[in-house]
T-cell receptor
Framework: SQELEQSPQSLIVQEGKNLTINCTSS?????LYWYKQKYGEGLIFLMM?????EEKSHEKITAKLDEKKQQSSLHITASQPSHAGIYLC???????????????FGKGTKLTVNP | KAGVTQTPRYLIKTRGQQVTLSCSPI?????VSWYQQTPGQGLQFLFE???????NKGNFPGRFSGRQFSNSRSEMNVSTLELGDSALYLC?????????????FGPGTRLTVL
């Protein structure tokens, strides 16, 4: 079963609009990573959250990890065509399974921004 | 600093053949992880190498293997290729410390099995 659920699966917005992508786990997250991927290419690291209630921002992208550390959200303000791509959340399952870090990923959210 | 590099970028093979993919991590990084990405299954963890030793392994058959060299470069091998092995194979490098340890991904190798 998928350990990380992302929603929505796809999103189409008009340029300038705000949007939110969610990532939910049934287990406690010991490290939550957000990546962006252009189709068929590698993943670009955006942010990492570790502490409950933590919030980080980079340019117009803000990511939060809830207090229970089971859900994270990625919020984009005033979206631009350059924001288009696939957003993936990855979680460190090390503590749940023991051993060194092993990332489990959600299936991704495909974002389209129309000019 | 140069990023993670992967070679080749594209590969076409036929069923039954074997293939070797290469990954050069960011300078100073000692951990290399490999992932398989397909439209149906998404991004799935294959294995991780640290200091030339496999430190972690995903749920893939033994046809998938890897190794890491003393300079931290890593190779992944898939033997007896099946059609279902067609995928984007991504490697990621990190420092190798246990917590937290951000992984930086390469551009991937697109493998097509005919």
């Amino acid at each position: 079963s998928q350990e990380l659920e992302q929603s929505p699966q796809s999103l189409i917005v008009q340029e300038g609009k705000n949007l939110t992508i969610n990532c939910t786990s049934s287990k406690t997250l010991y490290g939550l990573y957000w990546y962006k991927q252009k189709y068929g290419e590698g993943l670009i690291f955006l942010m990492m959250l570790q502490k409950g209630g933590e919030e980080k921002s980079h340019e117009k992208i803000t990511a939060k990890l809830d207090e229970k550390k089971q859900q994270s959200s990625l919020h984009i303000t005033a979206s631009q065509p350059s924001h288009a791509g696939i957003y993936l959340c990855g979680a460190d399952m090390r503590a749940a399974q023991g051993g060194s870090e092993k990332l489990v990923f959600g299936k991704g959210t495909k974002l389209t921004v129309n000019p | 600093k140069a990023g993670v590099t992967q070679t080749p970028r594209y590969l076409i093979k036929t069923r039954g053949q074997q293939v070797t993919l290469s990954c050069s991590p960011i300078s100073g990084h000692r951990s290399v992880s490999w992932y398989q990405q397909t439209p149906g299954q998404g991004l799935q963890f294959l294995f991780e190498y640290f200091s030339e030793t496999q430190r972690n392994k995903g749920n893939f058959p033994g046809r998938f293997s890897g190794r890491q060299f003393s300079n931290s470069r890593s190779e992944m091998n898939v033997s007896t290729l099946e059609l279902g092995d067609s995928a984007l194979y991504l490697c990621a490098s990190s420092s190798g410390r246990l917590s937290p340890d951000t992984q930086y991904f390469g551009p991937g190798t697109r493998l097509t099995v005919l």
